[in-house]
Nanobody, 127 residues
């Protein structure tokens, strides 16, 4: 089992920044990366960003490219999502998820490749 705990959400004004953290514990050796997903009220959960550890690779949704950056601190078993220039459309519950092994690049955005999920952290962008 892998446990994931998100933190860093909150209320921010449009144009502001936030950094989300996802701390992993347990059998992290069974995972090969991490992803961030989000779900806005009345909408389906969608891919935001992902990072693969082996054959290092990062992927972003078009809606966040150039504004969000995913990174990893291996020593802390923690993945971060740095979010810049936030807008109200970014308001959602953000979830981190552990990527399963042997995931090809084109599948990093697929929820089916993620085995463990955190509880989520709320991000609200509003003036």
């Amino acid at each position: 089992q892998v446990q994931l705990e998100e933190s860093g959400g909150g209320l921010v004004q449009p144009g502001g920044s936030l950094r989300l953290s996802c701390a992993a514990s347990g059998r992290t050796s069974s995972t090969d990366g991490m992803g961030w997903f989000r779900q806005a009220p009345g909408k389906e959960r969608e891919f935001v960003a992902g990072i693969r550890y082996s054959s290092p690779y990062t992927s972003y949704a078009d809606s966040v490219k150039g504004r969000f950056t995913i990174s990893r601190d291996k020593a802390k078993n923690t993945v971060y999502l740095q979010m810049e220039n936030l807008n109200p459309d970014d308001t959602a519950i953000y979830y981190c998820a552990a990527l399963g092994p042997r995931t090809i690049a084109s599948m990093i955005s697929s929820q089916t490749r993620y085995n463990y999920w955190g509880q989520g952290t709320q991000v609200t962008v509003s003036s």
